[in-house]
Every structure is written in structure tokens, then in C-alpha cells.
């Protein structure tokens, strides 16, 4: 249902969002006490000027989006990659695993050199790694993990000027 034919806006839509990602914060406890009770009457009087409302059943089936509001912000903007420490084991573990992926795209076994390559990211982000596994989705058609994980690693190549 487009929200054009419903009359509903995109504001509605990101009001709602917001609504539902506050009250997500009391209900999960990662705010509580003093600041939950507060956050909830600020929820109502949110509710009641934006006239959007996450319990309405009508205006939740036409303003809902796919995703949770904090799963869209960390993908538009992820958090900076912190460069951790790695013995020189780690690395030459991390590089064997790279060298293992590469006999297996040699070998047309994608998905495992999908494995190998992320495993070898999770013990040091090395721009090597993302590429290589860039190549591995791109051969089995999934772009969007070729563009997202590169994006993710190298969030300014993708910024335009």
C-alpha cells in the first residue's frame, strides 16, 4: 500500500518509527526507573501532537517499515571500526584463511571461500580480506553483501563530494 493512496506521509512514517524505537527502549530495560517514566510520558505527548499512534492496529499495518529504526541507523552510519591489536599468530591465521579462500574460489566453492574470508575478517579487518569476499558474493549473485560489506569497511569511499 503506498502511503500516497493512504494519505499517510513519509514524516508519518518516520514519526511512527521513532514512537516505536522509544518505547522499544523502556519495554527492553535499556532505560529504566526515573527516565523510563519520563520517556513514556514524553511517548504520549508524542502520540497525541504527531497524531501517530504504534498501538493503532490500522495506522501500524500502513506506517510500519520493514526494519527497527536503530537497524536503519547503523547501516546508514555505521560505528568506526576500532583497530584492534592482532598477535602475529592472529595475522598469520587471518592470512592462512585468506589463502584458503582463495583456493576455493579457484576451485568455484564460493560460499566457502565466503566463510574463510570472513572468518579472516573477524580476526583483523584487512582491506584484502573485504575484497576478496566482495568477489565471492559477487560470484554467487549477492550483491548486496559485495557492496554492503565493503561499505561497511570503507564507509567514505562511498560518500559523494
Known sequence: VSTQSTGMSQQERLSYAILQHLNHL???????????????VAC??????????????AQSTTLKVDRPL??????????????????????ARAVSLKDEGNELMKQNKYEEAIEKYSAAIEI??????YCNRAAAFSKVQR????????????????EGE
Open 44 to 57: 504520549q505527548c508524542l502520540t497525541e501532537s504527531l497524531g501517530v499512534d504504534v498501538n493503532n492496529d
Open 143 to 158: 550483491h548486496v553483501g559485495t557492496v554492503f560489506g565493503l561499505q561497511l569497511r570503507f564507509p567514505s569511499f562511498f
Open 70 to 91: 536503530q537497524t536503519i541507523f547503523d547501516a546508514a552510519y555505521p560505528a568506526p571500526v576500532i583497530p584492534k591489536q592482532v598477535s602475529k599468530d592472529e595475522e
Open 26 to 40: 523502556t519495554e527492553s530495560g535499556a532505560i529504566s526507573g526515573e527516565a523510563a517514566e519520563s520517556l513514556s
Open 124 to 129: 583483523t579487518p584487512n582491506p584484502i580480506f
